[in-house]
């Protein structure tokens, strides 16, 4: 079983900055695939950044250029920097870890919120 512990979700204005953290309860290096999602009110769960196989990213085209995931293996904690945050990117973001054993097993955190006032 995988934890996830997200935090530094807040309230900033358009074109603020938010650095979202979150923390996993294994080695990060049994971890296929971790990053972050997120869910606005009334819509679907979307992808905003993930690392894939090493040290490979992917990232929504909506975010390009002004997010960045990183990670520190020490603290198995993988981090998105979100730069010129738009109204319409206020939602709960979600860090998602996938584990593949006999059998992909894929985790959740709690959720964290990021409200973008105008």
């Known amino acids: 079983q995988v934890q996830l512990a997200e935090s530094g979700g807040g309230l900033v204005q358009v074109g603020g900055s938010l650095r979202l953290s979150c923390a996993a309860s294994v080695s990060i290096f049994i971890i296929n695939r971790m990053g972050w999602y997120r869910q606005a009110p009334g819509k679907q769960r979307e992808l905003v950044a993930t690392?894939?196989?090493?040290?490979?990213?992917n990232y929504a085209d909506s975010v390009k250029g002004r997010f960045t995931i990183s990670r520190d293996n020490s603290k198995n904690t993988v981090y998105l920097q979100m730069n010129s945050l738009k109204p319409e990117e206020a939602s709960v973001y979600y860090c998602d870890a996938l584990v593949t054993t006999w059998k992909d097993n894929n985790y959740w955190g709690q959720g964290t919120h990021g409200t973008v006032s105008s």
């Open positions: 690392f894939t196989s090493g040290d490979n990213t």
